[in-house]
T-cell receptor, first 116, second 113 residues
């Protein structure tokens, strides 16, 4: 298994531009999570999906952020327009229902976003 | 509700000396507990897990953790630190049929010569 795959690994963009981060979960996993990590705020859960349906988006910082999961093997996190304070590492993680308590999540390697 | 508290935000040890990273949990139910490690510029990797079997859990790279219900603790230890252990460590909890993990705030381990 290739694990959770995120792309791109690094993204540098100018303020005001749209940014799209991508995630491919592990096959068979029906939960997908998006996290943001910064030095100031640590690891924050932004949103998570179950069977492609958003379950809790209360961590999404504002309307500039949106996330979709059009099918079981792909999810996107979009920021439009981007701002310098969005600079962070964004992680995607996946898990299989009924197994979180036994196996936790599998994380991707993250996307380091820099907005200049 | 469940929560995990990592008691130290930063721990510094000398290479070859023991490591102790502290974690307390609160839960109404028997929890599942995990330690994840994040090396610089890397993702989070599962180090070890407790799921109500043996209370002493062994993980990768010589780390182990002991679940102590009486103390509501799940401290991470290693007998002898190595430079490659320098990383951020997260104590994480889950209960029953929960689909979400609860993360601690992390402990940064520094290993000096």
């Amino acid at each position: 298994d290739a694990g959770v795959i995120q792309s791109p690994r690094h993204e540098v963009t100018e303020m005001g531009q749209e940014v799209t981060l991508r995630c491919k979960p592990i096959s068979g996993h029906d939960y997908l999570f998006w996290y943001r990590q910064t030095m100031m705020r640590g690891l924050e859960l932004l949103i998570y999906f179950n069977n492609n349906v958003p379950i809790d988006d209360s961590g999404m910082p504002e309307d500039r952020f949106s996330a979709k999961m059009p099918n079981a093997s792909f999810s996107t996190l979009k920021i439009q327009p981007s701002e310098p304070r969005d600079s962070a590492v964004y992680f995607c993680a996946s898990s299989r229902s009924g197994t979180v308590a036994n196996y936790g999540y599998t994380f991707g390697s993250g996307t380091r976003l820099t907005v200049v | 509700a469940q929560s995990v508290t990592q008691l130290d935000s930063h721990v510094s040890v000398s290479e070859g000396t023991p490591v102790l990273l502290r974690c307390n949990y609160s839960s109404s139910y028997s929890p599942s507990l995990f330690w994840y490690v994040q090396h610089p510029n890397k993702g989070l990797q599962l180090l070890l897990k407790y799921t109500s079997a043996a209370t002493l859990v062994k993980g990768i790279n010589g780390f182990e953790a002991e679940f102590k219900k009486s103390e509501t603790s799940f401290h991470l230890t290693k007998p002898s630190a190595h430079m490659s252990d320098a990383a951020e460590y997260f104590c994480v909890g889950a209960t029953g049929t929960a689909s979400k993990l609860t993360f601690g705030t992390g402990t940064r381990l520094q290993v000096t010569l």
